[in-house]
């Protein structure tokens, strides 16, 4: 079979060093009956180590060479390939504890994260190689620059915890930036405590559409000062500055008083 050409619109910067793939597998820790969904296996780098811990695997691949090459070296009874667009997939279909991994085309990363949030109902855990940028953005406290929409939105749902650090050299092709590893695992369901998931997110999104001007003026349309006073916040800080917590007791005093939880 003739090599692969790496494809860059499919994000495609291939896991090469075997140090690097073992450490994600240890990270992964796969039990044999566990439900895993590999999003972009690619050439199997991580596939294969999976596939030797577990009974079964799901992946999802887009790229139709790749597939094709999948299945000629792995048996269906013990790798299921679901081709298409991760962004499309339906992964609360899978399986009600789902464990997901990958080494994410960048290219998507955001959306992608954005879309497996939404089904972190169905999800136990999810182990992600990503840009160390995006990385820094989905762990960032509040008060820094990397702090955004981004951060709020996923660390309300996840506890997320930056694994390691993985150089340009563990790929081939090699990307022009460093890489990490995150570790993101749903909070409960009775931790959550947004009335109003939509608003919550309308809120966030209008907050950090205008991140350098006062809260004041880009939740203007939203909030007035005896809003800002009564839930103890200085209408003249910025969207970076505020706590999850903060978002989440901004979106619950938007919502209806009846829908409110008692102590928000
Ligand atoms: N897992 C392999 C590895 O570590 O060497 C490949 C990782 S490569 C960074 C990203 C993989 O995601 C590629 O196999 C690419 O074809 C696939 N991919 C890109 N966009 C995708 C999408 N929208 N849906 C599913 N897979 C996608």
Not at 43 to 53: D, F, I, N
Not at 88 to 112: E, K, Q, W
Not at 132 to 154: F, I, N, Q
């Amino acid at each position: 079979m003739k090599p692969h050409v790496a494809r860059k619109r499919f994000g495609q910067n291939f896991l090469v060093s075997p140090g690097v793939v073992a450490k994600i597998v240890d990270a992964i820790h796969p039990l044999a009956d566990d439900t895993l969904v590999e999003i972009g296996p690619g050439l199997g780098a991580l596939t294969e180590p999976l596939l030797a811990r577990l009974d079964h695997l799901h992946v999802v691949e887009i790229d139709r060479d790749l597939i094709a090459r999948l299945r000629e070296r792995f048996p269906r009874e013990r790798l299921t390939i679901h081709e298409g667009d991760a962004l499309a997939f339906d992964f609360a279909s899978l399986a009600h504890d789902l464990r997901v991994v990958g080494n994410l085309p960048y290219n998507i990363s955001t959306p992608l994260l954005f879309h497996l949030a939404a089904c972190a109902d169905h999800v136990r855990d999810m182990h992600f190689m990503l840009q160390r940028e995006v990385v820094e953005r989905m762990v960032a406290p509040p008060g820094g620059s990397e702090y955004g929409r981004l951060s709020v939105m996923l660390q309300y749902r996840f506890a997320m915890e930056r694994l390691f650090l993985v150089p340009p050299g563990a790929f081939n092709p090699a990307p022009k930036v460093e890489s990490a590893v995150v570790r993101m695992t749903p909070r409960p369901r009775e931790a959550l405590v947004v009335v109003d998931e939509a608003l919550f997110a309308e809120v966030v999104k209008e907050a950090f559409s205008q991140r350098r001007k006062m809260l004041r003026n880009t939740l203007r349309e939203r909030l007035g000062e005896e809003e800002w006073a009564e839930l103890e916040i200085d209408p003249k800080r910025r969207a970076e500055e505020l706590t999850v917590g903060d978002y989440v007791r901004i979106a619950n005093r938007l919502s209806p008083p009846s829908d409110r939880p008692r102590e928000s």
